[in-house]
């Protein structure tokens, strides 16, 4: 089993900046895919950013040069880096492993505008 454990949420005006941070422990060495998805109130979880053991990344479109997503291997930490930071970004952000597929607890993010 992979234990998952995110933090760094909280409230940030638009524009401002957040850095969320997931652990992960147990038995890794399957693990090839970390990231980020995230859900916003009334809609489905939808991918962020994901990052590869060899570093090979994917974004959402809607992401795409405002956010990155640094992994530490060493340390089997995944990160997301979000910048200019928009109202829209308000989710549930849960952290991501595969394969198999775990999943975070999820950490609250919330732009004011």
């Known amino acids: 089993q992979v234990q998952l454990v995110e933090t760094g949420g909280g409230l940030v005006q638009a524009g401002g900046s957040l850095r969320l941070s997931c652990a992960a422990s147990?038995?890794?060495?399957?693990?090839?895919?970390m990231g980020w998805y995230r859900q916003a109130p009334g809609k489905q979880r939808e991918l962020v950013a994901t990052v590869s053991r060899g570093g090979a990344t994917d974004y959402a479109t809607s992401v795409r040069g405002r956010f990155t997503v640094p992994r530490d291997n060493n340390k089997n930490t995944v990160y997301l880096q979000m910048n200019s930071l928009k109202p829209e970004d308000t989710a549930v952000y849960y952290c991501?492993?595969?394969?198999?597929?775990?999943w975070g607890q999820g950490t609250q993010v919330t732009v004011s505008s």
């Open positions: 991501y492993t595969s394969p198999p597929a775990n």
């Open positions: 147990g038995s890794l060495f399957s693990t090839l895919v």
